[in-house]
T-cell receptor, first 112, second 113 residues
Framework: DQQVKQNSPSLSVQEGRISILNCDYT??????FLWYKKYPAEGPTFLIS?????DKNEDGRFTVFLNKSAKHLSLHIVPSQPGDSAVYFC???????????FGTGTRLKVLA | DAGVIQSPRHEVTEMGQEVTLRCKPI?????LFWYRQTMMRGLELLIY????????DSGMPEDRFSAKMPNASFSTLKIQPSEPRDSAVYFC???????????FGDGTRLSIL
């Protein structure tokens, strides 16, 4: 049973517009969440994280929102750029366990 | 700083052969992780080490898989004998502690014929 789900396998967005990637989790004990970006033939690269004590974390063009009651997090990219085209993975963890549970990924394509 | 280094980048071998994947973590990172990525199961944790000691190997699929970390700068993941269903991309990652994100290598793409 998938504990972390990314229900949209792909997403296309026009350059300059907002990209919103979604992630749902089932285990209410998860308290640390991350987003990774992956280009072909490369390893996942850390993008941004959020602890369950927060509901928002921002880093430049990237913002992650956490809704604990809905067990949902989202990544907003504003404005989207062609270089953002990649596969995005969300991951959830219990602080101190070191075990990340990854979603299946969403392929983002930013159209110039 | 150098990132996590994995070798080889690609490996093609025949069923039944022994396969050894290698990983050099980022210097100063005490935790090392081995992941496998497949179409069916996505990215899943196989095993992780702390200070060269295996802590959790519950993700290792079966006895054909083994992992070692003889020192702080080197780890291996071995499959013996290999089977076609072991074909996947294997990633190594490292981190300093649980409050820092894990840093991934570029992976080894393994094909078992």
């Amino acid at each position: 049973d998938q504990q972390v789900k990314q229900n949209s396998p792909s997403l296309s967005v026009q350059e300059g517009r907002i990209s919103i990637l979604n992630c749902d989790y089932t285990n209410s004990m998860f308290d640390y969440f991350l987003w990774y970006k992956k280009y072909p033939a490369e390893g996942p690269t850390f993008l941004i994280s959020i602890s369950s004590i927060k509901d928002k974390n921002e880093d430049g063009r990237f913002t992650v929102f956490l809704n604990k009651s809905a067990k949902h997090l989202s990544l907003h990219i504003v404005p989207s750029q062609p270089g953002d085209s990649a596969v995005y993975f969300c991951a959830a963890s219990l602080t101190g366990t070191y075990k990340y549970i990854f979603g299946t990924g969403t392929r983002l394509k930013v159209l110039a | 700083d150098a990132g996590v280094i994995q070798s080889p980048r690609h490996e093609v071998t025949e069923m039944g052969q022994e396969v050894t994947l290698r990983c050099k973590p980022i210097s100063g990172h005490d935790y090392l992780f081995w992941y496998r990525q497949t179409m069916m199961r996505g990215l899943e944790l196989l095993i992780y080490f702390n200070n060269n000691v295996p802590i959790d190997d519950s993700g290792m699929p079966e006895d054909r898989f083994s992992a070692k970390m003889p020192n702080a700068s080197f780890s291996t993941l071995k499959i013996q004998p290999s089977e076609p269903r072991d074909s996947a991309v294997y990633f190594c990652a490292s981190t300093r502690d649980s409050y820092q994100p894990q840093h991934f290598g570029d992976g080894t793409r393994l094909s078992i014929l």
